[in-house]
Structures are given as structure tokens and as C-alpha cells.
């Protein structure tokens, strides 16, 4: 069964960086895209960004500009460069990676303190 791992969660200040990493743990048949997801507490998940293969990066309104989505369909990673964090940032974020099944990854907290 493959899964997805995630790393690079953590708290940081407000106007600060973190780098989210993906990787699944085997080969993922028919990848068609890969994604980035969070909640926060008492919300519903949202799309954060996806990227497809061979199309354009996509994003909330809300991170545009801040951060930056980046795939590997070879290595089966994704990334999530996040910039002038803000404390509405503040989630548990979810790698999703689309193929004839959905992946999900364990979740990684995301503090923004301001």
C-alpha cells in the first residue's frame, strides 16, 4: 500500500517561511496531479494548490503570490514553498496525490503566530 509522507510542518512568525515536502513511498500508477490541502479548526478542507500534469500551477486566491506549488511525477514528490506566512495560515496541512485512487498524506500542522 503506498503512502504519502509529509514533512517541514512547524510554527513559525508571522512574515516567516516554511517549506512543505511530500513523497510517496512507492510507485503511484497513472499520477495525474498533486495537490496541497489544509483545515483549520472548525473549517472545512480547501484545495490550497494542485498542480497537473503538463498544466499550470494553481492557487487560492488567498496565497497567490506567497506561495509556490512544485512537482515530480519521476520522483512522486511535491512540494509547497510558503512565504509571508500570515496567522490565517495556521492549519493542518495535506499533501493529495490524484491517480486511478486517491492519496492522502497524515497531515502536517502549520502554526502562524502573529
Known amino acids: 500500500q503506498v503512502q504519502l509522507v509529509e514533512s517541514g510542518g512547524g510554527e513559525v512568525q508571522a512574515g516567516g517561511s516554511l517549506i512543505l515536502s511530500c513523497a510517496a513511498s512507492?510507485?503511484?500508477?497513472?499520477?495525474?496531479?498533486m495537490g496541497w490541502y489544509r483545515q483549520a479548526p472548525g473549517k472545512q478542507r480547501e484545495l490550497v494548490a494542485r498542480?497537473?500534469?503538463?498544466?499550470?500551477?494553481y492557487y487560492i486566491d488567498s496565497v497567490k503570490g506567497r506561495f509556490t506549488i512544485s512537482g515530480d511525477n519521476v520522483k512522486n514528490t511535491v512540494n509547497l514553498q510558503m512565504n509571508s506566512l500570515k496567522p490565517e495560515d495556521t492549519a493542518v496541512y495535506y499533501c493529495?496525490?490524484?491517480?486511478?485512487?486517491?492519496?492522502w498524506g497524515q497531515g502536517t500542522q502549520v502554526t502562524v503566530s502573529s
Open positions: 493529495r496525490f490524484e491517480s486511478v485512487v486517491d492519496y
Open positions: 512507492g510507485y503511484i500508477f497513472r499520477l495525474s496531479a
Open positions: 498542480i497537473a500534469n503538463g498544466g499550470k500551477p
